[in-house]
């Protein structure tokens, strides 16, 4: 018999880091129960004419389709098989898996939207799946958390992302981070001002990679890419223009001639005054005109969050966060003309961020806080009642089931780092009184029942 | 453009439904914990090797098979093609979803028994997916929350499970059930007494019929398989045993002359002296003689959980949970003699039964508490700062994005269930008081920010 394995790109989530994984989910979770939005869930599985066209081509290829049952290939045809694998795809797949929370979101707004309380914030928090070549750090199933607002164009909502991203981040115990704002009417304007309207796609192209190959390459890959100089020169500001925080007063002049640009500048405005008016402790938001992510999607504001080690160098190479503002959700299926704004965590990029701080807090409330020994079968039997009453104070006990050596049973304590062990033997069946060990430190004490309790509790709260 | 649609058999659960199935899931996931049982996820995609020849030639069909990327047709000769679709399957499928959370777990622990603390107890809530022609009540795609203990045969396992799906149900609110329970020991006993050894399984299919077709079919449908009517007449005392709630003398008497029967008595009689000694109020555990539930997997104990209105007539057909013990969980990887026990809890039908009987408690930690309305630009701006005081005190809150008329907030809010409506306007933004609604009573109150936090607090804990 061969060895098990893991399908390539997935992974199993042991106790120990469900237990990490548990707590970023509920944190992100309440948060955005906070902020009024609603959990949301879609199947895994959907239909292929729901999915296919949704994610251009290349999405189309990564989209993982599940051969059709029984007798799937009985009405094929010789040309059928011999034609290319696309075509046949669609004779023997008609289901596909969730391969983002976005398309499947924007089926059940089309298919609710008589019954839906509109504006409506959702939110989903769920796998998807990837046919991806699997890396270091890049998976074949992955979470996603998205929250949305669909069904209005009020700034508001740009503000309250805003909000929601500094609180769940400080939630999870991340203080050292960046939201980086632009707004796609802004780039627009950018490519009509160096003209070169409707071109900001290749522009932000270009800019995007400012970073990593510097302002000079940058240039020549636009005049490779059929910019003009004239048009180039006109870039200037860009470059020193996210140094400023708020660089409204830079933006207006330089883009002065597109009006595009302004209403852009003015939505970035408003946005930023709203978050003032909310009293947001030390805001960490930031203006990023070479922000663009996926452009072709966006109409609006455009986020991303990036996190820091405390002397500010990045921790992770990657946002953990994106999202913005789109001006069609449902449109591919046929409703058109709802606006809506919306953001994704990377759950398992702000896993990696808090491994590396160490930011995870000891989780008390998922793990065993006290095992009861089991030395023999009178013993044991004398400790159900003390388990029961554990419990029933709301802590998480347990007994070792066999009646085994007890290095034994502190190695399995030791192995599920349950902090406290109570010793049952003759001694404590007489007197009554438990002893408690205190794992950690090693000390002993002889203890009742409700001792142990107020103990294991006073560890809890701490 | 064609109406999107959901997939065949599965489902969308949007807020209502969510709000109760994360009541469901957390207070199943709260009760597993309590016991000492620690989560674990697997993939939702497996190798088709891990997954085939685990569910019988049934199971191996109803398996969701995924088409393998890229060229997959390529290699493929004219034989292939005309082969049936099983054999084609083969060569363009390797990759399959989790049909169940028993098999994932087994080869978890295969691959990880090196690092595991044994025994190992861990609870597993996911989804799985059946090829399964649906119907009301059966889907595709449905959610399963199981939990078990594998690397010991104590007794203490079967106890504390019994004691679990007690707890697990009275914390769900259900509170008459009973908790069935056999011993496939004793079932195997009984073949021998009849004298048709190794014939449990048929003779459980019919004495588990006897519910629906009564006493006389079943003795005929034993006679149509085989077993005589000498054998058969020995069957009596099963008809009246499950009448009585502990009946070990009875069964002793009937069956001593099977050394195996004797065992499994025994092993009943422990796990029910353990239930007593843990001092558990009121408990509704009956021995059941007919109760089988895939007998070829069980080795010991065999459990099922059905739920009664409070009059005592059965709530839904079908069980709310179901297990036992088995014998060789890891033994189809290569990993023979692992010894477990475990519980399945069936989460739609635990839904189901909780609306039949009303007793989904209205969850105020998920939705919103309090809607802000928006009557114009400054008066929104005022409120940005009592809607982060809200949030800041642990009270799900939002304001209405957009200026429109009050009507259409407070119908809103009405929508979304939310109980109370802040009413601010320049009236309220002079006096600095603003004026609560509530929503179910339609009284209104001119109350201070710290006002509405005590209110609304106070509303949380009732």
Chains 1, 2 share one sequence.
């Not at 399908?7 to 989910?25: S, Y």
């Not at 009985?74 to 391969?99: H, N, S, V």
């Not at 400790?383 to 070792?400: P, T, V």
């Not at 049973?409 to 009554?432: C, F, H, N, W």
Request: proline share 4%; charged share 25%; aromatic share 8%.
């Amino acid at each position: 018999m061969s060895k098990p394995s893991l399908a390539r790109g997935t992974r199993d989530f042991g106790p120990e880091q469900m237990v990490k994984r548990t707590f970023i989910l509920d944190t992100i979770r309440q948060t955005f129960q906070r902020f009024g939005f609603q959990p949301l869930e879609t199947p895994t599985i959907e239909n292929l004419s729901v999915l296919m066209g949704k994610y251009g081509e290349e999405g189309d290829q990564l989209l993982f389709k599940i051969l059709n049952s029984g007798e799937f290939s009985a009405k094929l045809t010789a040309q059928d098989w011999q034609g290319d694998a696309k075509q046949l795809t669609t004779k023997i797949a008609e289901k596909g898996l969730r391969y983002d929370l976005t398309v499947p979101f924007a089926r059940y707004v089309v298919m609710n939207r008589g019954t839906l309380a509109m504006p409506f914030k959702r939110y989903q928090i769920q796998p998807v799946w990837r046919a991806d070549r699997p890396q270091k750090g890049r998976y074949r199933e992955f979470y996603q958390c998205d929250a949305d607002v669909v069904g209005t164009d009020s700034l508001l909502c740009e503000a309250e992302i805003v909000m929601m991203l500094h609180e769940s981040l400080r939630n999870l115990g991340i203080q050292h981070f960046t939201v980086k704002i632009n707004n796609r009417k802004i780039l627009t304007g950018i490519a009509e001002v160096i003209g070169a309207p409707g071109l900001e796609g290749p522009l932000c192209v270009a800019i995007d990679k400012l970073d990593k190959i510097g302002r000079e390459k940058v240039m020549q890959e636009l005049h490779e890419r059929g910019f003009t100089e004239e048009g180039t020169s006109k870039l200037t500001p860009i470059f020193d223009i996210s140094s400023e925080k708020q660089p409204f007063a830079i933006l207006k002049n330089w883009l002065s001639s597109s009006e595009i640009a302004l209403k852009g500048i003015e939505e970035l405005k408003q946005v930023w005054s709203m978050v003032e008016d909310f009293g947001l402790e030390n805001p960490q938001l930031q203006f990023d005109v070479t922000l663009a992510r996926g452009l072709s999607y966006y109409t609006g504001a455009i986020f991303e969050v990036k996190a820091h080690q405390p002397d500010g160098t990045p921790v992770h190479i990657g946002s953990i966060s994106g999202g913005g503002r789109y001006d069609n959700l449902t449109g591919t299926f046929g409703v058109p003309g709802l606006s809506g704004v919306g953001i994704s965590l990377g759950v398992d990029r702000i896993y990696d961020v808090m491994e590396e701080l160490d930011l995870f807090p000891a989780d008390q409330s998922i793990t065993t806080r006290v095992l009861l020994t089991n030395f023999d079968e009178a013993a044991g039997r004398y400790g159900l009642r003390i388990l029961k009453s554990l419990r029933d104070a709301g802590i998480n006990a347990e007994m070792y089931p066999d009646a085994v050596k007890l290095k034994k049973q502190l190695d399995y304590a030791d192995r599920k780092q349950v902090p406290y062990v109570v010793l049952i033997g003759s001694q404590e069946m007489e007197t009554g009184l438990l002893t408690l060990k205190n794992m950690k430190t090693g000390e002993q004490n002889a203890v009742s029942v409700n001792e142990i309790i107020e103990l294991v509790k006073a560890g809890l709260g701490s």
